[in-house]
């Protein structure tokens, strides 16, 4: 295949000229990456089964890893699913345009490889500007997963889609870097309570406060599991290329405990990075990396540092744990995922 057309365009109000050729693109089965307010996603129309294939091919993804369908509008919804449960609407109304994705029953109209021949379809309204207008240029909803090559970090600028694919898809909007930086909150309605399935921008505290009861499944915070829920949970995910040690427990503790480690290695030897969560903590000789302030820079900046890690061949990674809480949460969940070891202190 030829090389992708890249088009650079304004985040906030993107030309129509790129956005209209990028949209005869896609209806003609052609695949373009786009930004969203949480990770750049790979589009194809999502009723056009050939195209929907190609996704999966030019990603090297698993054929029963299911993907989400992007459309413009909440409005939308009823077409794509065999009902639309009360939550559902709650959860619309707050939430979209925006980071989150609901799993309920398909309608016929959604094809089965969009949903690896599962009953349900995922969905989600994105909010970034330019995701939106050119899903209405479109006119059809976008499958769309992060646009990465398979098991690689989520790309949250388009160099990064760059870099995965570029000689395997057809086009690239490029508005820059995104808002968010992780992956949508992925929210199972097909049940009788909701199962949080994929942490991401929106909190379970938030679900909890609107929802009442939810759960989350048991492959959150674990690492491997057999038999999983949402498909894409059994594949290890998110990984830089160095091998990743999760170090949790009092930040006092775990920075000492880094030093430690990071001291008695040779750096000549293996090549170390650091992902810290203070500004001010040095270990001599290893590439120190500040992660941010607070959770959500956390969430905007770790795919970028596992991207920068491999870029200057860092074999050997040490991840400071965060706090749970809001967005914590998600920034653990991709933390957890990517870690060769996880130490407790
Ligand atoms: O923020 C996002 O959600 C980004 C942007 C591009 O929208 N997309 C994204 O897609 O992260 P992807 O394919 O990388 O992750 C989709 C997740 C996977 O874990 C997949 O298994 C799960 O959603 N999923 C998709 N369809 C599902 C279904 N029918 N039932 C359960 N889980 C599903
Ligand atoms: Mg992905």
Known sequence: MSRAQIWSLDAE????????????LLQNGGLVAFPTETVYGLGANALDP?????IFRAKGRPSDNPLILHLADAADLARYVARVPHSAQLLAAQYWPGPLTLVLPKSERVPDILTAGLPNVALRVPAHPVARALIRAAGVPLAAPSANTSGRPSPTDAQHVIEDLQDRIDGILDAGPV??????????????????????GVSLESLRNLLGEVHTHRAIRGQEVAVAQAPGMKYRHYAPEGKLTLVEGPPEQVRAWILKVCGEKDNAVERIGVLSTSADFVVPGV?????????????????RLFREFNGLGIQRIYAEGIDEAGMGMAVMNRLRKAAAQIIEL
């Open 287 to 303: 590439e120190m990396r500040w992660m941010g302030a607070d959770a959500e820079s956390i969430a905007r900046q770790l795919f």
């Open 179 to 200: 808002p968010i930086g992780v992956e949508s909150t992925v929210l199972d309605l097909s049940g009788t309570v909701p199962v949080l399935l994929r942490p991401g």
């Open 50 to 54: 050939k195209a929907v294939a190609g």
């Open 13 to 24: 109000r993107p030309a129509l000229d790129p956005l209209t050729e990028a949209a005869q």
